[in-house]
């Protein structure tokens, strides 16, 4: 069974930078296209951004683009979220996830969290005007 948990959360204020990080464990990391999402407070939970399985290739969503950058080290099965430029409309419950898919390894992921497997518990992200 996997386990993903996230950790980097916290109250900041505007302008800050966090770098969020999520360690899977009970699974082959590296099998995984992982994922980062995040759920405001009264919203439907949104894609952020995602990284290939072999770490070359990721996406990010227009709201966070220029501001932040998915990597991932899988010598310690963690994938990270570097966010820079904070904005009090980045304040969310942020989630990764694992996608086991079969495609490449430079498939870069999807934004459907449809499609992925397994998922964290979340981090808190505040960040103050």
């Known amino acids: 069974q996997a386990l993903l948990v996230e950790s980097g959360g916290g109250l900041v204020q505007a302008g800050d930078s966090l770098r969020l990080s999520c360690t899977a464990s009970g699974v082959a990391f590296s099998s995984y296209l992982m994922g980062w999402f995040r759920q405001a407070p009264g919203k439907e939970r949104e894609f952020v951004a995602a990284i290939s399985k072999n770490g070359g290739t990721s996406r990010v969503a227009e709201s966070v683009k220029g501001r932040s950058a998915i990597s991932r080290d899988n010598a310690k099965n963690t994938v990270y979220l570097q966010m820079t430029g904070l904005k009090p409309e980045d304040t969310a419950v942020y989630y990764c996830?694992?996608?086991?898919?079969?495609?490449?390894?430079?498939?870069?992921?999807?934004?459907?969290?449809?499609?992925?497997?397994?998922w964290g518990q979340g981090t808190q992200v505040t960040v103050s005007s």
């Open positions: 996830a694992a996608d086991f898919t079969s495609r490449s390894s430079w498939y870069s992921g999807s934004a459907n969290e449809g499609e992925y497997d397994y």
